[in-house]
């Protein structure tokens, strides 16, 4: 019987830990995401927070968004090598990047504990980013939680040419051709303005 009252106790302490943390992360800045589903009028989109990363693998070469993603589509992807709907979508993202490499970054933003576990799931799929994909550690999770506040692995946000979040995807619940189009709008709508 007491070994029971110990893991109820272990159970409990963990609760009170885990609200106590998402109750006190203070967000860097509060963001208001565009509707999934809806176009928002452009005076009601958000600019990107400035963040920069290091791209995995080359500590010499970073990327300030989105000071250094103007002009360009920018995918930024929130996901980590344990989450398998994150490892489900890779390839589509890969794809839908290699259809758009004049045109759009793709940032690929690892939640994984350590750099080691990046490592591996490239090693174990074979995959070397290419100029246009960047894929970098989110050490502690100051990008993903604190400035996104992106608690749900995996989330996708799209990003237009002026650095304005237009669209959001929570999960692996979109299609190659959905985000295609959302593409080709945006390239379209900057070939006009």
Not at 41 to 55: D, G, N, S
Not at 95 to 117: K, P, W
Not at 149 to 173: H, N
Request: glycine letters at 6%; one cysteine or more; aromatic letters at 12%.
């Amino acid at each position: 019987m007491r070994p029971n009252f110990i893991i109820l106790g272990v159970v409990i302490l963990a609760a009170i830990g885990s609200a106590y943390y998402f109750q006190n992360a203070s967000p860097q800045k509060m963001i208001n995401y565009a509707p999934v589903e809806s176009e928002v009028p452009k005076h009601k989109q958000q600019l990107t927070p400035q963040f920069t990363i290091k791209r995995f693998g080359d500590e010499q070469r970073t990327l300030s968004v989105p000071r250094d993603t103007a002009g360009k589509v920018v995918v930024l992807n929130f996901w980590a090598s344990w989450c398998a709907p994150c490892v489900a979508e890779f390839p589509l993202l890969m794809e839908i990047s290699d259809i758009y490499a004049d045109d759009l970054i793709f940032i690929g933003l690892s939640s994984d504990l350590t750099e080691a576990a990046i490592d591996k799931f490239f090693n174990n799929i074979d995959y070397s980013p290419t100029e246009h994909e960047w894929i970098a550690f989110d050490e502690g999770g100051n990008i993903t939680r604190n400035i996104f506040q992106s608690l749900m692995l995996p989330e996708t946000l799209l990003i237009d040419q002026g650095g304005y979040i237009v669209k959001k995807f929570v999960g692996a619940d979109w299609t190659k051709e959905e985000m295609v189009a959302d593409i080709d709008t945006l390239l379209a709508k900057n070939a006009t303005d």
